[in-house]
Antibody, heavy 118, light 110 residues
Framework: QVQLQESGPGLVKPSETLSLTCTVS????????WSWIRQPPGKGLEWIGY???????SYNPSLKSRVTISVDTSKNQFSLRLSSVTAADTAVYYC????????????WGRGTLVTVSS | QTVVTQEPSFSVSPGGTVTLTCGLN?????????PSWYQQTPGQAPRTLIY???TRSSGVPDRFSGSILGNKAALTITGAQAEDESDYYC??????????FGTGTKVTVL
């Protein structure tokens, strides 16, 4: 059974860079797409972007200028960097596996709350 | 900007049927958008219910079904149960790798 676990700082200062890592266990990161999705408190879900195991990426156009997603296949991990954060970036951040055929997100991490505050 | 719209809320009686829809501000939803549906209860990660319009994910009860109704994707719960009280999100694939989540529907069973 594939499991995903997000990790990283729970508090980031405004204008700094948010960095999170997702560790995949129970399966290989190869041959799949891996997404980051976020949910501000009390609001809906927002797709941030994905990375294919080979390194190709696709980002939400509204966040593209601030987002970088990278992958480390040797560690079975992928990471998110979101620069120049503001309070509006406060959210629960989820990592998820996206199936290449169905385009659906079939496995999700539990999520981690990141608060942007000084 | 692409906006995927869902009804804000629905109320259904236990044993009743409810249909949630997923529309697109720029046109009609078809199977080429690979509609998928997710259920989320408070404090939990989303759970995949339906993918590729109408395929149930493993372990999902058959009271959940997906379809295209008119120009929208739809999720129908037939014979609603108390544990179906959740938030439901659709996702559409827009091409070029981009996915867009719907605004979400809160379903109350009472």
């Amino acid at each position: 059974q594939v499991q995903l676990q997000e990790s990283g700082p729970g508090l980031v200062k405004p204008s700094e860079t948010l960095s999170l890592t997702c560790t995949v266990s129970g399966g290989s990161i190869s041959s799949y797409y891996w997404s980051w999705i976020r949910q501000p408190p009390g609001k809906g879900l927002e797709w941030i972007g994905y990375i294919y195991y080979s390194g190709s990426t696709s980002y939400n156009p509204s966040l593209k200028s601030r987002v970088t997603i990278s992958v480390d296949t040797s560690k079975n991990q992928f990471s998110l960097r979101l620069s120049s954060v503001t309070a509006a970036d406060t959210a629960v951040y989820y990592c998820a596996r996206r199936d290449g055929n169905s385009r659906a997100h079939d496995y999700w991490g539990r999520g981690t709350l990141v608060t942007v505050s000084s | 900007q692409t906006v995927v719209t869902q009804e804000p809320s629905f109320s259904v009686s236990p044993g009743g049927t409810v249909t949630l829809t997923c529309g697109l501000n720029s046109g009609s939803v078809s199977t080429t958008y690979y509609p998928s549906w997710y259920q989320q209860t408070p404090g939990q990660a989303p759970r995949t219910l339906i993918y590729s319009t109408n395929t149930r994910s493993s372990g999902v009860p058959d009271r959940f079904s997906g379809s295209i109704l008119g120009n929208k994707a739809a999720l129908t719960i037939t014979g609603a149960q108390a544990e179906d009280e959740s938030d439901y999100y659709c996702v559409l694939y827009m091409g070029s790798g981009i996915s867009v989540f719907g605004t979400g529907t809160k379903v109350t069973v009472l």
